[in-house]
């Protein structure tokens, strides 16, 4: 049995990502996919739409065979670490190949790139260093550095300015870096661009553009079409179980609670908190009346709203910045659900496997599973803060069957 | 002029504060009274069910000439440390008498019961220690020592089984060990006892009464009888505008999250977290759906449900042991509010204040005034949680003239 692995964080799972997985299995020629899914929250530091248990159901019911989860410590790290974490993973499911959508299409010009930046790389982070001098953000920054390197040898290279190509690139740079048996290879991704708006003459859509219609207030049946069936039974769950989805807007009480716990001091604590923004964080914290008002006060051009939000994260669930930077590898392969499929090609790798394989997580003792744990404690309260239902949904459900 | 100084926490302020009011200017000849006031958090350990300002209002409706803030580090402290903040800005407000209400009505005893214990403190401090280490509460262990001490010397002595002798005490202990020039005295307190529930044929009901009638669902106008029309007014206005009284039952959402977003060793840093507390926080607040559950998951003999709540507030508002510790003595007085005759009075003594006197806190940096201003900013956010108000009010409230 063959397997082809895949990074992913479905927030929902949409007809491109249905593609995508299918593409993945058709081009590589693979029995079953993995997939290495963020948890609780996601790699733009934001808590996702309904949690992870619901997001493996509409993987599981769409052509992916297992799901594995990224730990908290990589799905919140910068691209360099959530790529890094995914990649161990996907090896240690002895993958044979990673295949991530790209808008490029094609592998060679992400290996051009990333041997152009490495044999390049002293002359790279300085660049880098001196537009982020210059007032510059950090993907503005890599941007001018990349485009001073391809005048060096002309050669097909990458479109960094486009962001899947951008997660592409950090795929296959661990890769390398790791020297993993696994391969890369790259799907060329079809109509919605990664940020884009619903279009209502398609079937494809972007998962932000889906989310975007959601919080706008439209019925889960004005985005059906995007949807696989298994995804719209899974988000009508949730909406009748909760009543809304996850986001910053409905977690903002609890936010503003926690950075106005801290003395600016306390706040910096925790990872990305520097150079005067535990003031910004507490002076804006009390002045704001909801998350987005907030978020305005607080950008500059100097910090993305990504890395903003990835900030506020840990300094929701509380996770230190000397927690996050203990461990750089997964010390174990969490499953949250299988097919079938999945299960046959698990009973073939288990007896060679070399990280352990955790179903249960009550029995296990391990400080990355705890920091999910908590995080999973925290995303529940920030969606419970209105029922009175009891935190330990992690302990209790075993991975899903499909 | 004369002022009398009184220790209170109105929550809320009713008949029977009236009448103690009312005696303690009679009783000493007194031109004004000075109350030092509990903030938002009480010497109980839970929130006020109104705010500071609320209750400053009720308070100069009704007799009180100077309202004074006790600082969140002494009106959370224990007996010790509250009855010693107490004092001291009584003290430095140049009060003649501290006058405070209590079971045994005369002052002598408690005199003789502070000798009795201060000239034997060492076998005093010799049996509590034993008695608790048998398994028994702090208070308990107090009360057995002070029987074993009364059987050394035969005299009038207080019954330190009584809830408002212990508070005198304290205070009467305060005032000897700081060897202040005011003088203690003491106000036979009237019909309901401390904590009785409340009886439709009295006029005086205590205010641990009013707040379960409050809470059980009751309206205003059920425990009208046993408030001065000023109180009514200002339950009114902060029902109205708030929809409920704060209490840890509506703060419970908050401090759940507050408690779960630690690790166990990071709780250790709060007052009281010791001994395995720190593991039964985590588990009771995971497993708990609301406050009482979780206080009587928590509550066991060692620890009263008194102390279990102060350690909670500091857990809710963030505040270190390290914090807490830091100061013994007020570095300000705080105005709260005053009536035309409480102003003449700061008038008069302004000039030989020891202590500055602050009526505008913006300008103003003092640690421990920081501790307040933050505190105040705790129970904004636990009464506007469901609202999507600023969080600004102490630093825009000047003081009250009535």
Redesign the interface.
Known sequence: MQAVGIVVEYNPFHNGHLHHVNEAKRTTNSDVAVAVMSGQFLQRGEPALVDKWHRTKMALASEVDIVIELPYIFSTAQATGFASGAVQLLEAMQCTTLAFGSEQGSITPFLNTFHLIESNRTLYNAIIKETIQQGKSYPQALFAAYEQLKQLSPNAYIDLGQPNNILGFHYVEAMEQLQTVMRPATIQRIAAGYHDAIDTDSEIASATGIRQALFSGQSLEQVTQYLPEASIEQLGHWQAEHGRFASWESFW??L???I????PQ?LKQYADVSEGLENSLIKY??????FVEFMNAMKSKRYTWTRLQRMLTHIY??VTKEQLHAYSSPTYIRILGMTSAGQQYISRIKKSLSLPLISRVAAVSDPILAIDL?AT??YQ?GIQ??S?????EDYKTPPIRY
């Open positions: 009480p609890l503003q609670y926690a106005l716990r801290h003395t306390q914290a009390r002045s704001s009346s909801n669930t509380g908590h404690q925290m309260l803060q209105f009175n239902k009891k935190i330990d």
